[in-house]
Nanobody, 120 residues
Framework: VQLQASGGGTVQVGGSLRLSCAASGTFSTIKLMAWYRQLPMRQRELVASVRNISDTRYSNDVKGRFTVSRDIARDSIYLQMDNLKPEDTGVYYC???????????????WGQGTLVTVSS
C-alpha cells in the first residue's frame, strides 16, 4: 500500500493551493484519511481528517481557510488551502488508516511529504 501526494508549491500570502493524495495497492478498506504538517521547529501536527464524506475535523489554525474532502471511489483525499499565511509554510503529509488484503489489522500509512511555501 502506498500513498502518493502532490500539489505543493510556492504561493504568495492570501493565495491558494490544492493538495491531492491517492492510495494504491491491494487493500480492503480505508477507514480514515488525513493531512498532517510539519512546520519549522515544530512536531508533526494534524491539519484535517475525513472519515467519510461528511465527518471532517480541522485544527483550529486552519478552520475556515482549509477544506478537506475525500473521493471514496478514487481512494483519494484533497486539501483545498485558501487565504494562506506565512505560518502555513511547511511539509504536508497525507495519512490513511487502511486494512490491507488478507490482514485483520488496520495499518497506518504515510505519503511522502509535499512542501508548501507561503511567501510574504
Amino acid at each position: 500500500v502506498q500513498l502518493q501526494a502532490s500539489g505543493g508549491g510556492t504561493v504568495q500570502v492570501g493565495g491558494s493551493l490544492r493538495l491531492s493524495c491517492a492510495a494504491s495497492g491491494t487493500f480492503s478498506t480505508i477507514k480514515l484519511m488525513a493531512w498532517y504538517r510539519q512546520l519549522p521547529m515544530r512536531q508533526r501536527e494534524l491539519v484535517a481528517s475525513v472519515r467519510n464524506i461528511s465527518d471532517t475535523r480541522y485544527s483550529n489554525d486552519v478552520k475556515g481557510r482549509f477544506t478537506v474532502s475525500r473521493d471514496i471511489a478514487r481512494d483519494s483525499i484533497y486539501l483545498q488551502m485558501d487565504n494562506l499565511k506565512p505560518e502555513d509554510t511547511g511539509v504536508y503529509y497525507c495519512n490513511a488508516h487502511i486494512r490491507p488484503i488478507d490482514d485483520h489489522l488496520w495499518r497506518n500509512y504515510w505519503g511522502q511529504g509535499t512542501l508548501v511555501t507561503v511567501s510574504s
